[in-house]
């Protein structure tokens, strides 16, 4: 998949020592899932996309690309959160601040309605994320409830249908 400055595809072998570092860089780590891992957890992670969701074709997940270089992670899956598939995106944080993740998220948003053919597409966000929480609503995603988490934090899901989301994502462009 591609957009104007993304190029998104599966993982390769050799790219789990930028899977690795992108996970393990905490600025991005304390977003995503349960937060920081060790690097042995990242590793194991890495290897489960090839030996699970892969092989299995569970679910689409890509590396993401800027001009050769790997600068994020990019996966749309159905989770029982959410009660339908949800978009999951993490960049560097040397891409951040360039629209990029718009860009990322409109894209995944887009591979939801059209190849997938889901009628919504959801997002879990930490309510503290407000960068994160700003790009959805910008995209056209709307709070639909607060999920309480076992350590006292709040996740907020959103969710996005088919007939408000904008005609082309930004920055996308044909598979």
Do not use: C
């Amino acid at each position: 998949m591609r957009t104007a400055r993304l190029l998104l595809t599966p993982y390769a072998p050799g790219d789990e020592e930028a899977f690795v570092a992108l996970f393990q860089d905490v600025r991005v780590s304390r977003w995503m899932g349960e937060g920081s891992s060790t690097e042995a957890e990242d590793r194991a992670l890495f290897g489960r996309v090839f030996t699970e969701v892969y092989a299995r074709g569970l679910f689409d997940v890509w590396a993401v690309r800027e001009g050769g270089t790997t600068v994020g992670h990019a996966e749309i899956k159905p989770t029982p959160e959410a009660g339908g598939h949800e978009i999951v995106y993490a960049l560097s944080p040397d891409a951040w601040g360039r629209g990029l993740g718009t860009e990322l998220a409109g894209a995944l948003v887009e591979h939801g309605f059209g190849p997938l053919g889901l009628g919504e597409v959801h997002a879990t966000v930490s309510a503290e994320n407000e960068p994160s929480l700003t790009l959805l609503g910008r995209l056209g995603f709307r709070h639909v409830r607060d999920i309480q988490e076992a350590d006292g934090s709040t996740t907020r899901l959103l969710t996005i249908t088919r007939d408000r989301a904008p005609r082309r994502a930004p920055g996308s462009s044909e598979r």
